[in-house]
């Protein structure tokens, strides 16, 4: 089945602790994207991959790395979380980054303390 | 940057109603989307019209675009109560063909 899968589902943490969310979609997709979502603002891009080895900055990349080793794969690294990256993240990946149709995973939702 | 403006914000209607929902848009585009968010979940693609199209039709969806209005809509037909969710229009600046999404109207299906 095509899908975007992401890991954990949930995750409450404490600032400054480390973390890892994992993307990986089995399309064989090109472009992977992160967004974060939060009540008001809507989803708000944090970075996106146009293919491996190739990243860039969204409109709130702030307190985030990511890195596109592997096709299939984009994790978002928090180095340093802090309470205001509470929030609800979703992957989405995409044939190409060209506006096309775009796959969202289920979403993570964290929370940092 | 916000680029879609979803009106109405929030939308309650009775089964078997149909629904509008409208986007309103600022720079050029190729293609604008819609897609739906059932609460807490990932967003799920429903149709894509390209700028160069006015009307598209998909099962009970239909949507239009008048780019001369920077404007779109999306009607649902014959809603179900399993159509409650919220509904995000996404645009494509063309330059790059980054999506960017709008707020989003809430919809209710009051069986």
Known sequence: EAQVTQNPRYLITVTGKKLTVTCSQNMNHEYMSWYRQDPGLGLRQIYYSMNVEVTDKGDVPEGYKVSRKEKRNFPLILESPSPNQTSLYFCASSLSGRGGEQFFGPGTRLTVL | ?111
């Open chain 2, 1 to 111: 940057s916000q680029q879609g403006e979803e009106d109405p914000q929030a939308l309650s209607i009775q089964e078997g109603e149909n629904a509008t929902m409208n986007c309103s848009y600022k720079t050029s585009i190729n293609n604008l989307q819609w897609y739906r968010q059932n609460s807490g979940r990932g967003l799920v693609h429903l149709i894509l019209i390209r700028s160069n199209e006015r009307e598209k039709h998909s099962g009970r969806l239909r949507v239009t675009l008048d780019t001369s209005k920077k404007s779109s809509s999306l009607l649902i037909t014959a809603s179900r109560a399993a159509d409650t969710a919220s509904y995000f229009c996404a645009t494509d600046e063309s330059n790059t063909g980054k999506l960017i999404f709008g707020q989003g109207t809430t919809l209710q299906v009051k069986p």
